[in-house]
């Protein structure tokens, strides 16, 4: 029984053939499975567990599709596959109630877990881009249980409109910023892999998918990055029993 692991999928109403890839993956390539790991940015935003409240009654359809991809996880999770969540920049609202009604459990990043018989560091993979210092700012913002309250605490109707503003001042800040400040910085993967003992990094978030190959206190290591999805393609990291974890792209 293999264990997969994605990332990036972005969910949102306004791409349903991501949404329907996704659920066609989950029947065809994730039932049967030992466990399914989601490292981050599963939806493209999340205002609050609150949000499944207003099912059927929410004009912009972001509450009937969480409803349904918690439905398809249960009964993943109910057929026995093992289903796990870790949070992204984008989703970092996600708490417990979704986990729960998903049939799912909340992972923090990073990780270490044990698959193919070897430790492997899992992470969403935004806490590596170092040299992106204003992101770095937020980020320790966005995680911070008190400002998270005061968020959850708004009227959903604002966290709506600044889950907007959010997205639309990363967009517009990303736009000028230079390719590799957005990558990863290698002596911050060294560290935290050394750090963590550990000669398997897994994650997200670059959507620059691809296998490298490093030194980790001078043992070879390896660092796999998930891609985002897109309507005809997709991401995933395959592990068998005790076999190395490979990166395949899957046609949607």
């Known amino acids: 029984m293999a264990t997969l692991l994605i990332s990036d999928l972005h969910l949102h109403p306004g791409a349903p053939e991501i949404t329907e890839g996704f659920l066609r993956w989950l029947e065809q390539r994730a039932h049967g499975s030992h466990a399914l790991y989601i490292l981050g940015d599963f939806f493209e935003a999340w205002i609050g567990d609150d949000l499944l409240d207003l099912v059927d009654i929410d004009p912009s359809g972001n509450a009937d599709l969480a409803a349904r991809i918690a439905r398809a996880l249960r ?11 870790m949070h992204g920049n984008r989703d970092f609202l996600l708490g417990e109630r979704f986990a729960s009604e998903a049939g799912a459990t ?18 969403h993979g935004d806490s590596l881009c170092t040299r992106d210092e204003a992101y770095q700012a937020f980020r320790v913002q966005a995680r911070d ?45 060294t560290r935290v892999m050394a750090e963590q003992g550990v000669t398997t990094l897994i994650h997200g978030h670059t959507h620059r998918p691809a296998v490298h190959e490093l030194e980790v206190d001078g043992q070879p290591a390896r660092r796999i990055v998930l891609g985002d999805w897109q309507p005809t393609l997709g991401w995933e990291v395959v592990i068998e029993e005790e076999a190395r974890p490979e990166l395949r792209e899957v046609a949607l």
Do not use: F
């Open 75 to 85: 009964r993943l999770a109910d057929d026995g596959t093992e289903v796990y969540l």
């Open 145 to 189: 249980p008190l400002w998270q309250q005061q968020v959850l605490s708004m009227p959903i109707q604002e966290r709506i409109t600044l889950a907007r503003q959010l997205r639309d001042q990363s967009g517009e800040a990303n736009s000028n910023k230079a390719e590799d400040i957005m990558d990863v910085t290698q002596n911050e993967v």
């Open 106 to 123: 909340l992972l923090t990043d990073p990780t270490v877990v044990t698959l193919g018989g070897s430790p492997i560091l899992l992470m």
